[in-house]
């Protein structure tokens, strides 16, 4: 399975202090780049290749690629617009997004534990969104509202009757006819000049017009991550979010050690 990251974006909303920051996916938390520990989830799943939507100082990226020796692993593709909005990006990897087999889209902005990914990917559903409901109320969370166990809303703001709502992760999986939908409705919002839009409009408007079942989600309430936006998601994410991410990286290996010993000692006893 491929993944198609979208890593273009200034993150002017972090507020450095420094003149020119680093893209988002260059942040280090525990002596890793961003883009590392992803790779290293990546791996750990049997992701096939990632596609990184790049811009902002694309060429930095490109030299974080080599030092982690992941060239193989690792394409990019430009985005020379990339000070416009995300939906621009999401244009520039259309043709990554429209093949013939699955394929997950995410921000590359979240720092998060490998469980989050692993549901994603082996979840039943063709076309797949994360919801954490455990999120702080306002108006920066994407929300996917559910309603008789169907998604009913995917929007910053709310405008609907729901059974409950959820933070939406930024990491989605999508079957080739929903993938191909997207794209389409991308190049709607661009030929009608909308290029500063968030590209999760043209989501919702798929998944909202689409057949009854033809999306769904998988809950993640629990399970350790964020999105980093801000100077301060950037502190939380090094002091709170990765000490957890790590101890749960830790109990997953203990867990493997003991079950393949097991395993070991019940060949050797037949």
Not at 179 to 200: K, M, V
Request: net charge negative.
């Amino acid at each position: 399975m491929k993944i198609v990251m979208l890593a273009a974006g200034i993150g002017a909303r972090l507020g450095s202090n420094i003149t020119e920051p680093p893209p988002k996916v260059l942040l280090r938390f525990g002596g890793k780049t961003l883009l590392q520990h992803h790779l290293e989830i990546f791996r750990q799943l049997g992701i096939d290749e990632l596609v990184l939507g790049v811009g902002y100082k694309h060429t930095d990226i490109e030299r974080e690629i080599a030092a982690l020796g992941a060239q193989d692993f690792v394409r990019t593709v430009f985005n020379a617009d990339y000070r416009e909005g995300n939906i621009v990006t999401l244009w520039a990897v259309r043709n990554e997004l429209c093949c013939d087999a699955p394929v997950l889209l995410m921000d590359a902005d979240v720092l998060y534990d490998e469980e989050l990914l692993a549901r994603l990917v082996n979840s039943r559903h063709q076309n797949c969104l994360l919801v954490d409901r455990d999120f702080e109320p306002g108006d920066e969370p994407v929300k996917v509202c559910v309603r008789d166990g169907e998604i009913v809303e995917f929007r910053k703001w709310l405008s609907t009757e729901f059974d409950f709502c959820g933070e939406s992760v930024g990491m989605f999986k999508f079957s080739s006819d929903a993938a191909q939908l997207i794209i389409a409705q991308t190049a709607l919002y661009l030929d009608q000049g909308r290029r500063h839009e968030p590209y999760e409009e043209t989501i919702r408007d798929v998944l909202l017009t689409s057949p009854r079942g033809m999306f769904g989600f998988e809950d993640i309430t629990g399970l350790p991550w964020i999105e980093i936006d801000f100077a301060a998601d950037v502190a939380r994410a090094e002091t709170e979010i990765l000490p957890l991410v790590v101890t749960a990286a830790a109990k997953r290996r203990a867990l493997k050690a003991v079950d393949g010993g097991a395993g070991r000692g019940a060949a050797q006893d037949l």
